[in-house]
């Protein structure tokens, strides 16, 4: 069963590292948009064992889907950097970066 995991606010704390910086630079309108933003961003309590168990199931065919931020093209890397050091290089092959999420099907 195919089971798409967001990114942002489910495995890692967007809205805090977001909140944070804003309230440091409020003249800052998008905090994401600065180099390393997504990189840096801390996993949820929980959310990279969660994956890890779905990724051990033989019941569930886990993805990431993460929609790329317009106002830092270099969110793409990021993210997939991200992954990379949270899960391993073989689940890079199970990440999925759209701005039409959507567009896919999956079971949840």
């Given at each position: ?87 391993g290089f073989h689940f890079v092959e199970k990440l999925i970066i759209s701005l039409t999420k959507g567009c896919l099907k999956g079971a949840i």
């Amino acid at each position: 069963m195919i089971v798409y995991i967001d990114m942002d606010d489910v495995l890692c704390d967007f809205t805090g590292a977001k909140n944070r910086i804003n309230s440091q630079y409020p003249q800052m309108g998008f905090p994401q948009s600065q180099f390393d933003f997504y990189r840096r961003l801390e996993p949820l309590d929980g959310a990279i064992s969660a994956v890890e168990s779905l990724i051990a199931s033989s019941e569930y065919d886990p993805y990431i889907l993460t929609a790329p931020s317009i106002h830092n093209p270099m969110s793409y890397t990021e993210k997939r950097v991200w992954i990379e050091e949270k899960f391993g290089f073989h689940f890079v092959e199970k990440l999925i970066i759209s701005l039409t999420k959507g567009c896919l099907k999956g079971a949840i």
